[in-house]
Structures are given as structure tokens and as C-alpha cells.
């Protein structure tokens, strides 16, 4: 029996080599088989399997979505009722289906008070492509053609599709792509740990940071820009909550120049910064939001943009002048993905999850900060709620980088996942990263930071 399962997976590996395209990945070392391949053949709470027998510990939720754990049959359940009932029917001319109606209503009592419609979609980066398209519609229903240019920031991550992906302010994503396009601009990312003049404080590089918007809207016009997109906390780009005051200073100058705010809660929306929603958590006033990932903590694929009172009041009016909005995809609200966003935003409320993120995200942090927090090479151990950071450095004290050759956040993440934890070395930068799921617990939290201790000396000393 042993042997056939051998000869099973030996297969499974060749088809794996052979025929996957796998996203994110560097397909000549994989093709060559220098890549390690996992096929994940279950999960439970906050631990993945796979085919070869072993149990891990998941410390970043897949990629930051799977926010109620695994294993969780009330959102399976769902599913298969859905499919069964029905499985699909398009949300076309007025179409809607007791799924996605419920979860619309759901996210909406979710959402600030002056959002006013949810549209929905399959992943964060069809999202944000429909969020532009809005912003565009909107300025020119309103009869503003040039109004049109997108500002993000460096190290923001808006998703890997062509505005998308020229949104995202991280190179892996524009080089060989002929990215940025032209309408995005990028503008300072609001990362103390990360800023040129040492000297600076909070207060001060906040005042940097608004100084440095000022003068990109300056040199372009407000008259050709439309929106301004931002994560509440930086996400792939370093899990970096932003300094105090930062969003109510950017939200000022954003409001002075008419330009709209799409706030991006694909990582922070549901409860991963300990409250609801990431905008609500920083003071945001956003015209659009995006969710997806903890919509449905990832047991199916959905998206949403949540649309203001104010621009809503536009689209109609755009709509009365030209006729139907030209835009729609054809698993636009999905029954089967809304399904599974109606149970598990029930489940969050439920357990208590939410509530659970902010305390054991605190205790976390700390637990963290104990364990490597002193060590001579670990720069700084951030966070909110339960997305954290530990960021490596040469030298402490000058805050000297290692050199990137030497992929130590690569180095670290493989000794911790070596010891049964699963974190991720983020790009551009030592930095590895933790955002578990809501249901971790202190002793689970313990354990991740005791893992990376032991993981931190094997590789720093």
C-alpha cells in the first residue's frame, strides 16, 4: 500500500511540475524541480496538511483570507446547500439570488454609514479594476474628462492586473510588464520604520508625507486626478500600520482637491486590525471600499466594492443619461461565493472573532516583541490587531539593510517553517510576516513565537 501511494504522489509531482502555471513563483527553478512543492490536502483551526503527512501550523491564513480557520462546516454546509439548490444564476438587469441580496444587506450594516451599494466580484484586483472604471465614470458623468489620474503609493499592494497591477507600488509586479500605465502615479509610502531622515518624528514624517502629496498634486493639476488609493495598513509591501494622524492629515488635503478616496480592505476589512473595518479603525471617510479576502475567509471566491451615497448618486444619474451601466462580469455575485460570505461573516459575528483579532493580535505582538524583539539584527516587531511584522537588519542602530543577495527574511522564513510554522518573507525588504487567523490562541501564539526564536538564531546567531 505504501508503494502505491508513493507511485500516487510521485505522479502528482510530475503533473505538478509539467502542467501547473503557478502564480508568484519562479517557473524555471520550479520547472526544474529546484522549487519545493506542498500539495495541501486539508486543514483544521489554524493548521494546514498535506499529502506527505505534515501538520503546520499556519501563521499567515493562506495569504492573509482564511480569518475564521480551517475546517469550519457551518461555511461548507452552505456551500453544498447553495449548490444544490442552485448553484448559478447571473445578477444581470435586476437578477439576484436570496445569497447575494442577504450578503449585500450584511456587508452594508458592515460598512460605514455613508457607504450606500455593494458591487461584487471574484477577487480584490477585478475589484479595483471596477473601482477605476467607476472613478472614470463617475468624472465624466460629472463632466470632468480629465479628471482621470489614480495616485497610490510606493509599496502598496492594489492587486497584479494591468491597472492593478500598475497601482501596486512594488517592482516584482511592474518590471518586464510595461507597468505602470500612464494614468497611475505614486506618491510616498507612509512607512516610519523605512524613512530617509532618522531624525524625523512621527508627527514630522506625517508632515512629510502630506508635504510630498501636495506637491505631486502641485506638478500634475487636481484638475487630473480623480482618486487617491491606499490600504488602511500596508499590506504586502510590509505590514506597516501607518503613523499616528497620518489618514485624518491625508484625508484633509484629499477632500480640499476633490479627489476621491477608494480605501482597499481586501487584508484589513472583517476584523484584522481588531475592529470591523480597517477604515472606520483609522478614521477614513472613503467614496469606494474593497473587500474580498475575509468576505468569505477564502472558502469561495468573492469580491465587493462598496460604493459611498455620493458617488451612487452620480452612477444614477449617469445611467438616466446613457442608459444600463456597460459593466458586469458574468460570476458577478456568485451565489455559491455569496453563500459562503452569509455564513462566514454569521460565524465572525458568532465566535466572536472580531474582538478575538484586537486581544490575541495584542498578546501576540507581545509574545513577539519578548521573543526577538532585543536580538541585535531584528530592526523593529510591528503591528495591528493580528497583521505583524518582524523587519531584519544589519545593524540596529544605524538601521543598516542587509545586502537583498543575502535573502535573510527568505533564510528565516524557511528555518520557522522548518519547525512546523508557515509565515511569509514579504518582498522588498527582511521582512517576515504573520497575519494568522482569528481564532489563533495564546498558546498557539506562543508557539510562533518560540519557533521563530529557535529560527532567528539559526540564521542571525
Not at 92 to 106: D, R
Not at 218 to 231: M, V
Not at 327 to 337: F, L
Not at 395 to 412: E, L, M, Q
Request: glycine share 10%; hydrophobic share 40%.
Amino acid at each position: 500500500m505504501k508503494d502505491q501511494n508513493m507511485l500516487r504522489n510521485d505522479q502528482l509531482d510530475q503533473w505538478d511540475r509539467e502542467n501547473f502555471f503557478h502564480p508568484s513563483t519562479h517557473l524555471a527553478e520550479f520547472a526544474r524541480g529546484n522549487v519545493p512543492q506542498r500539495i495541501v490536502t486539508g486543514g483544521s483551526g489554524c493548521h494546514i496538511e498535506d499529502r506527505d503527512g505534515n501538520r503546520l501550523l499556519d501563521a499567515f491564513a493562506g495569504l492573509y483570507c482564511v480569518n475564521v480557520g480551517y475546517g469550519r462546516s457551518e461555511i461548507a454546509d452552505a456551500i453544498a446547500t447553495q449548490a444544490h439548490e442552485l448553484a448559478y444564476y447571473h445578477s444581470y438587469v435586476g437578477h439576484g439570488t436570496e445569497a447575494s441580496i442577504t450578503l449585500a444587506k450584511m456587508v452594508l450594516d458592515r460598512a460605514p454609514d455613508h457607504m450606500s451599494k455593494v458591487y461584487f466580484g471574484l477577487s480584490g484586483s477585478d475589484a479595483n479594476e471596477t473601482n477605476v472604471k467607476l472613478v472614470w465614470y463617475y468624472n465624466n458623468i460629472l463632466g470632468r474628462p480629465e479628471k482621470k489620474k489614480i495616485i497610490s503609493r510606493w509599496r502598496g499592494y492594489h492587486g497584479s492586473g494591468l491597472m492593478t497591477g500598475s497601482l501596486t507600488g512594488l517592482e516584482l509586479f511592474h518590471k518586464k510588464f510595461d507597468l505602470p500605465l500612464a494614468q497611475v502615479l505614486h506618491t510616498e509610502a507612509p512607512y516610519y520604520f523605512r524613512r530617509d531622515n532618522l531624525d524625523q518624528s512621527e508627527a514630522e514624517f506625517v508632515d512629510h508625507c502630506v508635504a510630498e502629496l501636495e506637491s505631486l498634486i502641485e506638478r500634475e493639476g487636481a484638475d487630473t486626478i480623480a482618486a487617491f488609493i491606499g490600504e488602511p495598513a500596508l499590506g504586502t509591501g510590509g505590514l506597516v500600520p501607518p503613523p499616528e494622524g497620518y489618514w485624518p492629515a491625508i484625508q484633509a488635503v484629499l477632500d480640499r482637491h476633490d479627489i476621491l478616496l477608494i480605501a482597499d480592505e481586501v487584508v484589513t476589512g472583517f476584523g484584522r486590525l481588531g475592529t470591523m473595518m480597517g477604515s472606520t479603525h483609522y478614521g477614513m471617510r472613503p467614496d469606494i471600499i474593497t473587500i474580498a479576502k475575509g468576505l468569505t475567509s477564502a472558502y469561495a471566491p468573492l469580491s465587493g466594492s462598496i460604493v459611498s451615497d455620493k458617488m451612487w448618486k452620480v452612477l444614477e444619474q449617469g445611467t438616466d443619461e446613457n442608459g444600463p451601466i456597460g459593466h458586469g462580469w458574468t460570476y458577478s455575485a456568485h451565489p455559491i461565493g455569496a453563500a459562503a460570505g452569509v455564513a462566514n461573516l454569521k460565524l465572525i459575528d458568532d465566535l466572536n472573532l472580531v474582538q478575538n483579532a484586537g486581544e490575541i493580535g495584542a498578546f501576540f505582538r507581545r509574545a513577539l516583541q519578548e521573543a526577538v524583539g532585543d536580538h541585535i539584527n531584528v530592526g523593529e516587531v510591528r503591528g495591528e490587531g493580528l497583521l505583524c511584522a518582524v523587519e531584519f537588519v544589519e545593524d540596529r542602530d544605524s538601521r543598516a539593510f542587509f545586502d537583498p543577495s543575502r535573502t535573510i527574511g527568505a533564510k528565516v522564513y524557511a528555518a520557522l517553517l522548518a519547525r512546523g510554522v508557515i509565515s511569509r518573507a514579504m518582498p522588498q525588504g527582511d521582512i517576515l510576516g504573520f497575519a494568522p487567523p482569528f481564532c489563533l490562541t495564546g498558546d498557539e501564539a506562543d508557539e510562533i513565537a518560540g519557533k521563530l526564536k529557535d529560527a532567528v538564531t539559526e540564521v542571525l546567531g
